[in-house]
Nanobody, 114 residues
Framework: QVQLVESGGGLVQPGGSLRLSCAAS????????MGWYRQASGKERELVAT???????NYADSVKGRFTISRDNAKNTVYLQMNSLKPEDTAVYYC????????WGQGTQVTVSS
């Protein structure tokens, strides 16, 4: 069964940091790029960062220089290190394969507020 399970979200003050994890199962993790997405309340889901099989990364302009995506193929896990968090980063964060996508997980809530 193909499955994605996100974790690591929470409430953090502006300027703080969080590290999100996404555990994948049910397919050969090494063979696919992975991405982190987020959806703020009342807004469309947007792509935040991607990482290829080879470890090449790409970021949305809004998070460039603050977020870092990484992967551990031995653990079938992708991470998102988020630093210098801003209130506008508040959203539910999801991971998925950019192509082809699979069923979305439950996501993990990130709230940036003082």
């Amino acid at each position: 069964q193909v499955q994605l399970v996100e974790s690591g979200g929470g409430l953090v003050q502006p300027g703080g940091s969080l590290r999100l994890s996404c555990a994948a199962s049910g397919y050969i993790f090494d063979l696919y790029a992975m991405g982190w997405y987020r959806q703020a309340s009342g807004k469309e889901r947007e792509l935040v960062a991607t990482i290829t099989m080879e470890g090449n990364t790409n970021y949305a302009d809004s998070v460039k220089g603050r977020f870092t995506i990484s992967r551990d193929n031995a653990k079938n896990t992708v991470y998102l290190q988020m630093n210098s968090l801003k209130p506008e980063d508040t959203a539910v964060y999801y991971c998925n394969r950019p192509r082809p996508m699979i069923n979305w997980g439950q996501g993990t809530q990130v709230t940036v507020s003082s």
